[in-house]
């Protein structure tokens, strides 16, 4: 499906460009609106930012044919393992402006797999909020877009645990709103991608972390959620001040505020951190052991911790894969 595509980059300097007649000019924040960094003090946005995105990273593995031998007939029919991801969640999964590969964390580690796993592997793009319907329904034979392990996901599908992230926050640079803790979303427009914990967290009084709940308990009216297609979407909406504020993954937050050049900021402190899972299939036999055994091999072997670091996520390495490893 031909889908429309923002770099982050592209949503930048527009951000930048809101807040000031140009990049980089000083903007003084209004008293009315909270007074970010004090009320009334000067802040610059920054400039747009030259840093280069990571190339993927095609690491040297094994195959381990014990390994390889539990993954079902069925799955190697075809001689690939097709992966479903949403690749607009950098540095995770994403394609860069006018291009459709599908770079990021995520697939250097799914190819890394295929290897030690002796299959080839192709991530296809698709919507996050269909992904473990497409899986059930037979249309891809795994899923790995960032998705949270959680207690109510594994109710429809299981998953292999690779990676830790928390929520984290972000505003337009100088955080007009003075936007500091999650009870500072109360009553402000707040956006996440459609299918995410996020949007469970601003929608939902009885999720783990729920914004809904902490503004309840506070006294104060819930935020005004909005919930987006693509995670670039978040992000033009908050470049374009349709929004207040987003919430997403600790990884993306901090990649976005890299490439923007500080013409947003991440603000508070990170919190629900938790893991995430490759989607398998529930009727897909010894799948979810051969890929646990397989992400196990690349966290031992040191390929794994040299492809987050070529990423700039490292610091969500874990050391022990685990089938169904929620904590909510």
């Known amino acids: 499906m031909s889908r429309t595509r923002l770099s982050v980059l592209t949503v930048l300097c527009t951000a930048a460009t809101l807040f000031a007649a140009g990049c980089g000019a000083t903007t003084e924040n209004p008293a009315d609106q909270g007074g970010g960094n004090g ?79 002796g299959t080839e592997v192709e991530f296809v793009n698709a919507s996050f909020d269909g992904i473990l ?64 914990t996020q949007l469970d967290q601003l929608t939902q009084p009885d999720v783990e972390g729920s914004v809904v709940k902490a503004c309840e308990d506070a006294g104060k009216e819930p935020p005004t959620s909005q919930g987006f297609p693509k995670q670039t979407d978040v992000n033009a909406a908050l470049a374009a001040n349709r929004i207040d504020a987003y919430m997403a993954d600790s990884p993306v937050v901090d990649y976005a505020v890299k490439k923007t050049g500080n013409a947003f900021e991440k603000t508070g402190d990170d919190t629900d951190t938790a893991p995430y899972g490759i989607a398998v299939p529930k009727t897909a036999g010894t799948m979810k052991e051969a890929l646990q055994a397989a992400v196990q091999k690349l966290i031992d072997d040191g390929a794994y911790q040299e492809i987050l670091d070529n990423w700039g996520t490292g610091g969500g390495a874990i050391t022990e894969a685990k089938v169904n490893g929620a904590i909510y």
């Open 39 to 117: 009320g009334g003090s000067e802040c610059t946005p920054g400039e747009p930012s030259d840093v280069p995105d990571p190339k993927p990273l095609d690491v040297d593995v094994a195959a381990d044919s014990a390994l390889g031998g539990q993954v079902p007939a069925s799955v190697k029919a075809d001689g690939k393992i097709v992966i479903a991801t949403d690749a607009s969640y950098a540095p995770n999964e994403y394609t860069l402006e006018a291009s459709d590969e599908i770079i990021g964390m995520d697939i250097d580690l799914g190819k890394a797999l295929g290897k030690v796993l």
């Open 133 to 196: 319907a497409g899986l059930q329904a037979g249309r891809y034979e795994l899923g790995m877009s960032s998705f949270t392990d959680t207690k109510e996901r594994e109710q429809t599908v299981d998953f292999v645990t690779y990676f830790e992230a928390g929520t984290s926050t972000m505003v337009r640079k100088c955080n007009p709103k003075n936007i500091q803790t999650i009870e500072d979303l109360c009553g402000k427009t707040v956006g996440a991608q459609n299918g995410t």
